[in-house]
């Protein structure tokens, strides 16, 4: 009996609880949810991630990353959601940057959605 | 003790004695009067960039500009080998002819002719007028007479300018490589065309176009806006900033940072994301396959051999900025009202070959981000009160010296502009 298939590849099963809510394709997306989330739970989510980030890119690189498959995608984009919880977790112990007020920059273009 | 070794003058500001001194005036900063005066005597005089080459990769590519400042709109597009620019507006009545469900909106596409939405009009890529609905319905027209109005249009190191400027005999007009000039042309060798993956951002800020770019040709305020971003061994009071190298050129004006090269720091002095990913503000710490034809001795015209970054500002509000490990990006500042103005900014990598690239070019801009959001806010809150109370003339330092030249050159291409 096999479980349902989950967003991330298989080996990331200890990741899939954070699929949901991360694996954004958009900055835009993963922008809200960091300002969406407590600093708790970004700090959970980073804690998870930090030690598997480089095994998720060593995977990833098996592809040509105009060619992903929808799980290696995914995992791409929860590793683009780590790098949005970084500066929370690491610099600002707080969702949003101080001092920023209502300023906003949006990010119209990348090179990999 | 200065850290870096001034010009003989004893200061890089003396040694373009034209700047002077003393208290520099923003007054061109908060008068609607001038702005209006800014829309014709610069906007509408100097080159403007308004994109790149690679933005328009095949026959009939076009892309669309929105210029406030100038009350118009450009249609860019690639007829063949040349690129050209016209005015966005139909021959007949005026209606908007390039846009697509949003007519405010800048837009992009590829096209064999542009068609009028509104009486069905077509112009070919080369702007001439190719069909009128019901023709015979018309008095003495002749097609001929109805070309698309041409912007003159140039193209630098893959940058596309247009000159809005239509008062002056074409003779007189300044090509765009003179205008240009040896400091900004001197880095035309840098590799932009194998820099193509872009990451762009835009921001309406609330701020005059100038109190902007002040931020940003200025590291003065490094060390205290953004201090919290250092690791905490850092003393910001204590390091201060000085800058290896400031020059002028016309109205254009660049500096070298000496930049971080944050590879090389120990690791409690790095964000612990940034040294798994091996990238951050600074860049990705692995340069491209081509880094030698990065390192042009353009970005160190002073002859440093150590540069973090080089910010080149092409009058009048088109920065490029050029990074030690071999990327670059780019800032605009388009003005819309006297106190406000739409920011564009693009990061420009190599084309990531894998996911580890990928994710340190992630790191990089959402870096880029943070700390400029920082100065975004800021700036609002120097517009506010600038002007209030009368105090319209500050002092500036040796540090921001290009703060001055860039209010002194406003003022300047006004006073001419009202002279003739």
């Known amino acids: 009996m096999t479980a349902a298939p989950g967003l991330l590849p298989s080996e990331f099963a200890d990741l899939e609880r954070f699929a949901e809510p991360w694996c954004l394709a958009t900055e835009g997306e993963r922008w809200a949810q960091r300002h969406a989330s407590s600093i708790e739970e970004m700090r959970e989510f980073y804690e998870a991630m930090f030690p598997r980030v480089d095994a998720a890119l060593v995977y990833c690189d098996g592809f040509s990353l105009d060619d992903l498959p929808d799980d290696a995608r995914n995992l791409m984009y929860l590793v683009f959601s780590f790098v949005m919880v970084s500066f929370p977790v690491e610099v600002w112990n707080a969702p949003r940057i101080p001092d920023v007020g209502d300023a906003n920059l949006e990010r119209v273009a990348s090179p990999f959605i | ?420």
């Open chain 2, 1 to 420: 003790m200065a850290r870096f070794p001034k010009p003989a003058e004893g200061s890089w500001t003396e040694h373009y004695p034209e700047l002077g001194t003393g208290l520099v005036s923003y007054a061109d900063s908060i008068a609607p009067e001038f702005f209006e005066l800014e829309r014709e005597a610069i906007f509408k005089r100097a080159w403007l960039h308004v994109g790149r080459v690679e933005q328009l990769p095949r026959n009939g590519s076009y892309f669309t500009r929105e210029i406030a400042v100038a009350r118009t709109s450009v249609v860019i597009v690639r007829d063949g080998d040349e690129i050209r620019a016209f005015h966005n507006i139909c021959r007949h009545r005026g209606n908007k002819l390039v846009w697509q469900d949003f007519p405010r909106e800048e837009t992009s596409g590829t096209a064999r002719q542009f068609t009028c939405k509104y009486h069905g009009w077509r112009y070919g890529l080369d702007g001439a007028c190719a069909f009128v609905q019901q023709e015979g319905e018309f008095f003495d027209l002749d097609k001929a007479d109805y070309g698309l109005v041409p912007v003159h249009c140039d193209v630098w190191a893959g940058f596309i300018f247009v000159n809005l400027d239509h008062n002056s005999d074409p003779a007189n007009r300044q090509p765009l490589r003179e205008f240009l000039g040896p400091m900004i042309t001197a880095i035309e060798d840098f590799p932009f065309d194998q820099l193509t993956a872009r990451y762009g951002f835009r921001a309406e800020v609330p701020a005059n176009w100038k109190v902007f770019m002040d931020a940003l040709q200025e590291q003065y305020h490094a060390p205290i806006v953004h201090r919290s971003q250092r690791p905490e061994s850092f003393d910001a009071h204590a390091a201060g900033f000085e800058a290896p190298h400031y020059q002028i050129d016309g109205p254009h004006r660049m500096f070298n940072s000496p930049g971080i090269r944050p590879w090389e720091l120990p690791e409690d002095q790095i964000k612990a994301s940034e040294q798994l990913l091996r990238g951050g503000l600074f860049g990705p710490w692995d340069p491209p396959d081509f880094y030698e034809a990065t390192q042009i001795a353009g970005m160190r015209p002073g002859g440093h051999e150590r540069v973090g970054v080089a910010l080149f500002e092409i009058w009048p509000s088109f920065g490029i900025q050029l990074w030690e490990r071999g990327w670059y990006h780019t800032y605009q500042h388009w003005p819309t009202s006297y106190d406000t103005h739409i920011f564009e900014c693009n990061q420009y990598f190599a084309p990531a070959r894998n996911a580890h690239e990928l994710a340190a070019q992630e790191m990089t801009a959402v870096s880029f981000k943070e700390f400029a959001l920082q100065d975004d806010n800021l700036i609002a809150s120097v517009q506010l009160t600038m002007g209030s109370g009368g105090l319209t003339e500050f002092p500036l330092c040796d540090q921001e010296v290009l703060c001055r030249h860039l209010h002194k050159t406003a003022q300047e291409w006004v006073s001419v502009y009202q002279a003739s």
